[in-house]
């Protein structure tokens, strides 16, 4: 019998982790959030994967994000984490990162002359 071709994808291997990150400020684009990330995380392999206006009532945009390798800032036991962003504009100062993905997580916000309400 020949090889069955499965349609779904990988799953993730222990070499990428992903996470969601929100209270990112309004505006940034996805290579500005990149640096931003990259400088409040230590890191130098992130990826921001989607960037999208946050729905859950909150100013700021959310981002799905991987990483290579594991940010010493992200250890411990918790699947959240406060954490102070290293970018004088961010109003708060505070990035939320989780890898819990509980609620809604916006992958896509079209702009707002691209899309209407019928």
Same mark, same amino acid.
């Given at each position: ?20 990150? !929100?209270?990112?400020?309004? /505006?940034? $684009?996805? &290579?500005?959030?990149? %640096?931003?990330?990259?400088?409040? #995380? =230590? ?27 594991? !940010?010493?800032?992200?250890? /411990?036991? $918790?699947? &959240?984490?406060?954490? %102070?962003?290293?970018?004088?504009? #961010? =109003? ?27």
């Amino acid at each position: 019998m020949g090889k069955i071709e499965s349609s779904r994808p990988a799953l993730p291997d222990e070499t990428h982790f992903a996470y969601r990150v !929100s209270g990112i400020p309004e /505006g940034l $684009s996805i &290579e500005e959030t990149t %640096r931003l990330l990259e400088q409040s #995380l =230590a890191v130098t392999d992130l990826k921001v994967e989607s960037l999208a206006m946050d729905s859950n009532g909150c100013q700021g945009q959310v981002a799905t994000i991987t990483l290579n390798t594991p !940010s010493k800032k992200l250890r /411990g036991k $918790s699947d &959240e984490w406060d954490l %102070r962003a290293v970018a004088s504009q #961010l =109003a708060s100062g505070y990035i939320v990162v989780d890898k819990h993905f509980h609620g809604f997580t916006p992958l896509y916000a079209p702009k707002e002359e691209d899309h209407t309400v019928e």
